[in-house]
């Protein structure tokens, strides 16, 4: 590899560039690497051929690429495009398997509830790569996928394959392995649970790089597009690590999967880390249903509107209570009085004694009588 490497860097056009530097008062230095980590398989004495230079696309009137539909939506919207990559943030037991189980389900059948999402019934098919699970995980994943998308037990399902890596623990073995996968069983859409598992460190820059170039290297060799799953860093939306960085940095769109009230989960690109490159921000929302025992499609609105009535009840309770340490009934007091009472109690200022008298007010918690004084509704 070292000799491949050595060869490259002797080729007469490097050795033109450097001229040209020396010329200039500059020396081109070669960087102290380990071949082996930092470059893997690439061979560099391609790198000044012609080979190598056909592959870069000089676009003009006449070379528009096709134009080709999603490989992957949300909710109605794009979220991953042809020969691009997209990452999704999830804390483990937040639903991320489920996510995986309903993109495929989405492909084996398309009128299915699949969370909102919606694979490309074109595409040539899907591999799921689980990285972390033990073999009855992966097996039970399969059947929950064959019942979301009603494939009665026993059937076939075509273009699908998921696969268990858990005990391929070897980074080098299991890269290969992925690959291996992919090349006898070629597919438009390459999920893989466990982004963190294709490095051994992910605080290591070199590998995080590494791997976010193979990740390149792969959409383009096999015409594939991929899905990543990371997590974050503890108590926080930030992807773990220089690997989470580099993936989320070149994806075409990130989303975070993030708890709601009980068993409710929204997943949104509509956060610090969030994107959707092309396309608007977005939210969408699935809940565990006891009925089916397994999660389903909620309807968000439906979800912020309980959400804010849930604040709102809160927030008119601690009015009431309040109130009723203010002015006990049966007394009464004049506006003046009762705002500042509510400043002594509350040890707020005069606009936020106001705000409260038209609250408790509007709430029906306090009632003005024909003499202009306040006193608490029974």
């Not at 976010?212 to 690590?241: A, D």
Request: net charge neutral; hydrophobic share 35%.
């Amino acid at each position: 590899m070292t000799d491949k490497i050595n060869a490259g860097l002797a080729n007469p056009a490097l050795k033109r560039y450097e001229a040209e530097q020396q010329a200039k008062g500059t020396k081109k230095e070669v960087p102290n690497i380990d071949p082996e980590r930092f470059y893997g398989n690439m061979d560099y004495t391609e790198l000044p051929s012609v080979n190598v230079l056909d592959k870069v696309y000089i676009p003009t009137w006449n070379n528009k690429p096709a134009d080709v539909p999603a490989v992957l939506k949300l909710g109605g919207c794009s979220i991953l495009t042809h020969q691009n990559s997209s990452g999704i943030i999830a804390n483990p037991g937040s639903g991320k398997s489920s996510i995986m189980e309903a993109i495929l389900a989405s492909y084996l059948n398309p009128g299915c509830d699949a969370l909102g999402f919606e694979v490309d019934p074109n595409c040539r098919g899907v591999i799921y790569i689980d990285n972390e699970r033990t073999n009855t995980d992966v097996w039970n994943s399969y059947y929950r996928m064959c019942r979301r998308a009603g494939i009665p037990e026993g059937a076939t399902t075509n273009n699908i394959l998921i696969a268990g890596l858990r005990s391929i623990p070897r980074l080098a073995e299991r890269m290969t392995v992925i690959e291996k996968l992919v090349e006898d069983n070629p597919c438009s859409l390459l999920l893989i649970d466990g982004a963190g598992d294709l490095v051994s460190d992910t605080n290591d820059l070199a590998q995080a790089i590494e791997s976010r170039i193979w990740i390149r290297e792969m959409t383009v060799k096999y015409n594939l597009s991929i899905v990543t799953t990371l997590h974050p860093n503890p108590n926080s939306n930030k992807p773990r690590g220089h690997q989470g960085s580099e993936i989320c940095r070149e994806a075409e769109c990130v989303l975070l999967v993030k708890s709601a009230e009980g068993d409710t989960r929204i997943i949104t690109s509509d956060f610090e880390h969030g994107k959707n490159r092309n396309n608007p921000k977005l939210s969408t929302a699935f809940t565990w249903s006891e009925n089916f025992k397994m999660f389903i499609t909620a309807d968000l609105d439906q979800i912020k509107e309980a959400k804010q009535n849930a604040k709102d009840t809160l927030k008119r309770d601690q009015a009431l209570k309040l109130a009723q340490q203010v002015i006990p009934a049966p007394n009464s007091m004049t506006y003046t009085e009762l705002k500042s009472a509510i400043m002594r109690k509350t040890s707020k200022g005069d606009s936020t004694a106001r705000k409260s008298i038209q609250d408790w007010d509007g709430w029906g918690i306090i009632h003005k009588r024909p003499d202009d004084r306040y006193q608490l509704t029974l």
